[in-house]
T-cell receptor, first 109, second 117 residues
Framework: AQRVTQPEKLLSVFKGAPVELKCNYS??????LFWYVQYSRQRLQLLLR??SRESIKGFTADLNKGETSFHLKKPFAQEEDSAMYYC???????????FGPGTRLSVLP | DVKVTQSSRYLVKRTGEKVFLECVQD?????MFWYRQDPGLGLRLIYF???????EKGDIPEGYSVSREKKERFSLILESASTNQTSMYLC????????????????FGPGTRLTVL
């Protein structure tokens, strides 16, 4: 069965420091991977997808099939990046969509 | 652990049928949400509820309604199913903002893949 793990419940970094939110998945096929973000008092929103290979708000994520990982990175964290981040997987049939448990990122001044 | 369950993993209906998608959570959460996920698109919020008998429209409420008669149950209703409502539907729940420090943690159900023929 598909599974998404995010080992850190809470990640605290200082402003300007690099940040990496870890995501690992288990799936035998070729999934589509996503990162979603929820800022305080706002709705869940899509941050980026691995197939678009884009950088949103300075964040990037590379799919590593060998390590089955899709870690989210940003070289210099900002206070406004503080939010809840969810990694998610969609199987290659578009049948199952699985969320990780989420990581709360807290960027300290 | 929080458990969010959805009544069906797979559902096939015909155009014009009335469809009920049920979601139940066992952690006494006030907030419940219904999303749909389509290939190539992000998760889109259909409706959410902050309390029993309360409902708020999300980003794409057209063609849907909801019911929250009990705190643990949040139902999504398609009054007259159409083929463009073929999608993966995800339910989620969370605690209210003022209660929990991890206020934005949403717990998701396994999803229901609905096919409308």
């Amino acid at each position: 069965a598909q599974r998404v793990t995010q080992p850190e419940k809470l990640l605290s970094v200082f402003k300007g420091a690099p940040v990496e939110l870890k995501c690992n998945y288990s799936y035998s096929g070729s999934p589509e991977l996503f990162w979603y973000v929820q800022y305080s008092r706002q709705r869940l929103q899509l941050l980026l997808r691995h197939i678009s290979r884009e950088s949103i708000k300075g964040f990037t994520a590379d799919l590593n099939k060998g390590e089955t990982s899709f870690h989210l990175k940003k070289p210099f964290a900002q206070e406004e990046d503080s939010a809840m981040y969810y990694c998610a997987l969609l199987d290659n049939y578009g049948q199952n969509f699985v969320f990780g448990p989420g990581t709360r990122l807290s960027v300290l001044p | 652990d929080v458990k969010v369950t959805q009544s069906s993993r797979y559902l096939v209906k015909r155009t014009g049928e009335k469809v009920f998608l049920e979601c139940v959570q066992d952690m006494d959460h006030e907030n419940m949400f219904w999303y749909r996920q389509d290939p190539g698109l992000g998760l889109r919020l259909i409706y959410f509820s902050y309390d029993v008998k309360m409902k708020e429209k999300g980003d794409i409420p057209e063609g849907y309604s909801v019911s929250r008669e009990k705190k643990e149950r949040f139902s999504l209703i398609l009054e007259s199913a159409s083929t463009n409502q073929t999608s993966m539907y995800l339910c989620a729940s969370s605690l209210p903002l003022l209660v929990n420090t991890a206020t934005d943690t949403q717990y998701f159900g396994p999803g229901t893949r609905l096919t409308v023929l």
